[in-house]
Every structure is written in structure tokens, then in C-alpha cells.
């Protein structure tokens, strides 16, 4: 019977405008459903979310900070989105269950909780708005690309329009097959490519996992509050390999990966960016060229964030009669 070791390893192994007369009759365009521009001063918001952060990292003095938090937030507000219209990041539902309860979402009360003393400075910001723009700041405060974003999400007041299942992404499927398979279909039902996905599966060069949430533990990369392309250099040159122990004891949590110094982790969906030949193209792109990763993202992210969400229109509509 294998070993934890060389069962993960065996599964996991690396390879124009109207020209018409109007006559005598002087006709003014009415402006019929117009939108105001919104109230919210989107700077103010963000530089309120960017203290909130260095605050608390401060407080924690750790190397810890909300960075990485707030991205997953943003993430999973949004990555709940499916091919129905159903989910996505307007209605911020994730304030009620059943996404609050949904495991992929454990923990996630910490940063929203966060975001009530920025809420209560800015109280015309919609949460589904405020919990988007967190992972926008964060990324950008913590040396990211500038993050393409415009208000005008709406809040529910229940979890009853709420998708029926989480269809966030899993860390591990039980094979490199099938989780590869996994991270197509859920980044597909999107409407992501995989060049998109690889770059979105960036953001792990933020935070770190919990043992107490995910069940996962560690850092992906030594810098976890500094957006860059390290997570695709590390993919690439470092040796991973079965997770055995913690701490001076057998590990006993689920299969995950370390490097050769065993503070840094993998999860089993990181590892299949290196074992699919077509993500592992994108991979060693970003690793090389961290440019067209920022770039990527920015875009990327920004996509991500505005699934299912139709935005009032800034513009008056005129009709003539």
C-alpha cells in the first residue's frame, strides 16, 4: 500500500446621426430614465480600505495582513457567478446564507466585518460595490496593476436569489485528471480562456491558507503581502513535493504541496498550472514576464468582478416626440 507521500506523488507528478427635417415644430429631447452619477467618491472608498489594512497590519505586526483576504473576498463575491445569470458579485449575498455558510467561504466573515468601519464612513457604497473594490485596493496597494472598476452593484436583502450550490473552485479533485478537468469547467462556466484562468490563479502570490478555514496552511510565496509573479517563478523552479509533516509531526491535513525549505505551499489545483501543457505555457510566460501577467489580471479581474452584473447606464437616453 503507498505511502501518503508517493500516493500524492504519483498523482500529482509534474510534466450616425439623424438627418430627418422636423419641420416647424421645435422639439427638445426629454431625458427619460437617466441615471445620476453615483455619490460615492470611489477615492475616498479606496483610501479608507487602504488605511484598514495597513491599520490592521500594524495591530497584528505579524507579516500577516488583510491583503490577501480581501482578494479572496472580492473573489468569491464574484466567483459564484454561473452560466444561468445566477450569482456573481451583485447582491453581495454572500452577507446571508447560503453563501455564508458554503465551505469555500469559511472565514470570510473576518474581512466583511472589517468593512463595517468603512461602510459606516461611506454608507452610499453598496456592500456587493464595497466588498469588490476591497480586492481591487489590495491588489493595487500591495504592487499590483491598476484594477479597470465603476460602481453600480446593488445589495440584496436575502440569500434567496443566491446560487443552489457553490460552484466556487476546489483545491483538489483526487487526481491531477479530474482537477484539471475541475478548474476548466468551473473557470469555462465563466466564460474564462485558460490564459485567463492561469493569470486569475495569480492572485495566490497574496495570503496565505488556515488550517482552521481551508484546512490548507502556508504562505504561496515568501512576500504574501507583495503583488507580483513570484508564484508563477516558484511553480516553475522550485521542487515541490508531498506535504509529511508540521511543526515536527506527521501532517494530518488534506494532500498539498511543499518547497524544499517547507514554509512555502502548493495545492493540488496550483500544481496542475505546470502539469497542463497548455497552463504551463501561460506559467512560465508569467514567470519570465511579469508585464504581461499585470496586465492580464488587471483584466482579467476586472471581468471577473462584473459577471452578472448590469450596470445602470451613465448616459441619458433621449427620445423625441
Known amino acids: 500500500m503507498m505511502n501518503a507521500a508517493a500516493r500524492l506523488g504519483s498523482r500529482y507528478a509534474a510534466p450616425a446621426a439623424a438627418t430627418g427635417t422636423l419641420l416647424t415644430l421645435s422639439l427638445w429631447p426629454a431625458v427619460v430614465d437617466a441615471k445620476s452619477e453615483p ?12 488605511d484598514l489594512i495597513e491599520d490592521d497590519a500594524e495591530r497584528r505586526g505579524d507579516g500577516t495582513s488583510l491583503t490577501g483576504t480581501f482578494v479572496r473576498l472580492a473573489w468569491h463575491c464574484s466567483g459564484s457567478y454561473m452560466s444561468d445569470g ?24 473576518v474581512p466583511r466585518k472589517a468593512l463595517e468601519d468603512v461602510k459606516s464612513k461611506h454608507p ?10 476591497a480586492g481591487v485596493v489590495a491588489v493595487e496597494e500591495s504592487g499590483g496593476p491598476k484594477i479597470p472598476f465603476r460602481l453600480g452593484r446593488a445589495d440584496a436583502d436575502s440569500g434567496e436569489t443566491s446560487p443552489k450550490e457553490c460552484g466556487l473552485p476546489d483545491a483538489d479533485k483526487g487526481s491531477r485528471k479530474n482537477t484539471i478537468q475541475h ?22 502570490a497574496l495570503g496565505r491558507c488556515h488550517t482552521d478555514r481551508s484546512g ?18 516558484l511553480l516553475v523552479e ?15 491535513g488534506p494532500d498539498q ?3 524544499s525549505t517547507g514554509k512555502l505551499m502548493m495545492l493540488p489545483s496550483d500544481m496542475v498550472l505546470v502539469q497542463d501543457p497548455a497552463f504551463r505555457k501561460v506559467v512560465e510566460l508569467y514567470a519570465k514576464n511579469e508585464d504581461a501577467f ?3 489580471f488587471a483584466s482579467a479581474f476586472s471581468k471577473l468582478l462584473e459577471l452578472g452584473v448590469a450596470f445602470p447606464s451613465t448616459k441619458p437616453w433621449y427620445q423625441f416626440w
Open 183 to 204: 478548474v476548466r469547467d468551473v473557470f469555462y462556466r465563466m466564460g474564462f480562456t485558460d490564459r485567463e484562468i492561469v493569470a486569475l490563479l495569480g492572485a495566490h
Open 216 to 233: 490548507y496552511w502556508g504562505p504561496w510565496t515568501f512576500a504574501e503581502n507583495t503583488f507580483s509573479n513570484e508564484y508563477f517563478r
Open 124 to 133: 452610499d457604497i453598496s456592500y456587493a460595490d464595497l466588498y469588490t473594490l
Open 294 to 296: 499585470f496586465k492580464d
Open 39 to 50: 455619490k460615492t467618491d470611489v477615492n475616498a472608498v479606496k483610501k479608507s480600505i487602504a
Open 257 to 259: 504541496f511543499e518547497d
Open 86 to 109: 445566477v450569482g456573481g458579485s451583485n447582491g453581495a449575498r454572500m452577507r446571508f446564507n447560503p453563501e455564508a455558510s458554503w465551505g469555500a467561504n469559511a472565514g470570510l466573515g
Open 238 to 252: 522550485e521542487r515541490w513535493s508531498p506535504k509529511m509533516t508540521h511543526n515536527g509531526k506527521p501532517w494530518d
